[in-house]
C-alpha cells in the first residue's frame, strides 16, 4: 500500500540562542523530519542543558524514517523520562525537561501531526491569518485559570506563573498527546517559553504572517524576542506544509483536533507535581 506521508513536502527551519541573562542555553532542539521538538531543561549550569539534550538523543532514531508509528514515540517519550532520570543521579538539585512538538505520522491512511507535550514548551498552527495554540500548559498558571481563580489577562504577570506541573524525569508526568490532521498550507510553530515569555500571541501571530521564509520568520522572531529582554533561552522551530496535506476545502466544520486513543495510550493524568527548578527562570 502507498504511504500517505510520501506526497507530503514541508520547508522548516530552526533557530536557538542563550538570550541576554543566562550563561547557558538549557534549550535543544531536532529539526529532521518527521520529527520537531523542543526541550527546555531544568537544573541550572549543572544538568538543564544535560537534561534537554538527553529527551532529544531518544528522539534521533526516528528521524530520515519513512513511516514513523504512534508507538515509536511513546517509546522515545518513555526513553527520554529515564534517560532525564539518568541525568539527575549525577546532581545535587536535581534535573528535568519540557518535551513539545509534533512529529509526522500516517493515521488511517492519512497524514497526521502527533502533537506531544509535557511541561510549558508550546505549539502553535496557523493558518490563514488565524493562530491557535494546540498544546496546554502544564503549568500552575494554567490551572489556576481553567479552574476560574485567574482571569486569563492576569496569567502573564502572575508570579507563579514559571512553575510547572509535569516534566521529563519526574513521576507522575505522563505526556499529552493528540493528532491533526496535516493541512496544505498551515505553519507550526514550537517553541520554549523563552519566546512566549517575551512575546504575546498577537505579536507572534503578526510575526508568522509576514509572508517570509521559514528561515526568515524564525530569526525575525527571535530577534523581537531578544529586543523584548531576551530574559530566558530562546528556541523555536517553524515548519511550513507545502503539499500532501488536506486541502482546506476538505477541513471539516467541526474542531479536527482529538485526543489519542487512551486505552493504548496513557494521555492524561489529574495528579500534578511542582517542580522547583523551574521557579522564577527569568529574572
Known amino acids: 500500500m502507498p504511504n500517505s506521508l510520501d506526497s507530503v513536502r514541508l520547508s522548516f527551519a530552526a533557530v536557538t540562542d542563550v538570550g541576554r541573562k543566562r550563561a547557558v542555553n538549557e534549550d535543544s532542539l531536532l529539526a529532521e523530519s518527521p520529527v520537531f521538538i523542543v526541550a527546555d531543561g531544568m537544573g541550572g549550569h549543572e544538568a538543564g542543558d544535560k537534561a534537554s539534550a538527553a529527551v532529544v538523543n531518544e528522539f534521533k532514531a526516528l528521524t530520515n524514517r519513512a513511516n514513523v508509528t504512534i508507538d515509536d ?20 538539585r536535581g534535573a528535568g525537561s519540557t518535551l513539545t512538538g509534533v512529529i509526522l505520522v500516517e493515521h488511517e491512511n492519512t ?26 500548559d502544564h503549568s500552575v498558571v494554567q490551572q489556576l485559570v481553567a479552574d476560574g481563580t485567574l482571569r486569563p489577562e492576569e ?43 517575551e512575546l504575546g500571541d498577537e505579536t507572534i501571530r503578526a510575526g508568522l504572517t509576514l509572508g517570509g521564509s521559514t528561515q526568515q520568520t524564525a530569526e525575525a522572531l ?14 523555536l522551530i517553524i515548519v511550513d506544509v507545502i ?10 466544520s467541526t474542531a479536527s483536533q482529538y485526543a489519542v486513543d487512551t486505552s493504548t495510550i ?3 493524568s489529574n495528579d500534578t507535581i511542582e517542580v522547583p527548578g523551574k521557579k522564577g527562570r527569568r529574572s
Open 73 to 92: 514515540v511513546t517509546r522515545a517519550v518513555e526513553g527520554a523520562h529515564r534517560a532525564v532520570q539518568g541525568v539527575a543521579e549525577f546532581t545535587t
Open 111 to 136: 497524514p497526521q501531526w502527533l502533537v506531544v507535550n509535557i511541561g510549558d514548551s508550546r505549539v502553535y498552527r496557523m493558518h490563514a491569518t488565524d493562530l491557535g495554540q494546540l498544546t496546554v
Open 243 to 252: 503539499a500532501g496535506g488536506r486541502r482546506v476545502d476538505d477541513e471539516p
Open 155 to 197: 496569567a502573564a504577570t502572575y508570579v507563579g506563573r514559571n512553575v510547572i506541573t509535569r516534566a521529563v524525569g519526574s513521576p507522575d508526568s505522563p505526556p499529552d498527546y493528540w493528532l491533526h490532521p496535516v493541512v496544505t498550507g498551515e505553519r507550526l510553530l514550537i517553541c520554549s517559553d523563552g519566546l512566549t515569555g
Open 266 to 268: 496513557d494521555v492524561r
Open 222 to 235: 527571535l530577534a523581537q524576542a531578544l529586543e523584548s529582554g531576551g530574559r530566558d533561552n530562546v528556541t
